[in-house]
T-cell receptor
Framework: GAGVSQSPSNKVTEKGKDVELRCDPI?????LYWYRQSLGQGLEFLIY????????KSGLPSDRFSAERTGGSVSTLTIQRTQQEDSAVYLC?????????????FGPGTRLTVL | AQKVTQAQTEISVVEKEDVTLDCVYETRDTTYYLFWYKQPPSGELVFLIR??????QNEISGRYSWNFQKSTSSFNFTITASQVVDSAVYFC?????????????FGAGTRLFVKA
């Protein structure tokens, strides 16, 4: 497709379980971002990938969170031993390059609910 | 450090009223970019505009207009003759070239309600 896609759109899990969230960026975009948006809140930066460079993980809230990007395209955000405070919408965005002038294009998000 | 402040948490207007959403930013860079995004109830963020720090010319796109003032570090967004479909959360964002440009900081957003 032409845009950023994310799956699943909704995920309900039990506290303590692991979850994987997937992001397919726009083809040809080298930069990929993950954000978290809690109910009624702004966007919280989590992690950034640019080409083959080491990702910037400075926004990950704990070591239960990790992400990888395979082949410079698809990315997976993994949350281990989920907690109720992890409930949020997880948004993925891609950018054509790392240049600050370039616009980020967002996916529809994955709504995660931890019971 | 970079920071984006959207002081208005929620705004409620009646259809056809004009409304201005405020955005104030902080940065030490001389080269930076400002963005506005719209997040309708469906949840997906929609890009509206990008403005670079060297271009203070205001922009108009249909009912939307943006007022960029470096002297006050503001990048305000005005919707003229608002419509119900404008109801959404609007985010202002900042990217600094000096940090390699990768990190975009978003404001907390302003929720706009337009009543019929």
């Amino acid at each position: 497709g032409a845009g950023v896609s994310q799956s699943p759109s909704n995920k309900v899990t039990e506290k303590g379980k692991d979850v994987e969230l997937r992001c397919d960026p726009i083809s040809g975009h080298t930069a990929l971002y993950w954000y978290r948006q809690s109910l009624g809140q702004g966007l919280e930066f989590l992690i950034y990938f640019q080409g083959n460079s080491a990702p910037d993980k400075s926004g990950l809230p704990s070591d239960r969170f990790s992400a990888e990007r395979t082949g410079g395209s698809v990315s997976t955000l993994t949350i281990q031993r989920t907690q109720q405070e992890d409930s949020a919408v997880y948004l993925c965005a891609s950018r054509r390059t790392s240049g600050s002038a370039d616009t980020q294009y967002f996916g529809p998000g994955t709504r995660l609910t931890v019971l | 450090a970079q920071k984006v402040t959207q002081a208005q948490t929620e705004i409620s207007v009646v259809e056809k009223e004009d409304v201005t959403l405020d955005c104030v930013y902080e940065t030490r860079d001389t080269t930076y970019y400002l963005f506005w995004y719209k997040q309708p109830p469906s949840g997906e963020l929609v890009f509206l505009i990008r403005r670079n720090s060297f271009d203070e010319q205001n922009e108009i796109s249909g009912r939307y207009s943006w007022n960029f003032q470096k002297s006050t570090s503001s990048f305000n967004f005005t919707i003229t003759a608002s419509q119900v479909v404008d109801s959404a959360v609007y985010f202002c964002a900042l990217s600094e070239a000096g940090t390699g440009g990768f990190k975009t900081i978003f404001g907390a957003g302003t929720r706009l309600f337009v009543k019929a």
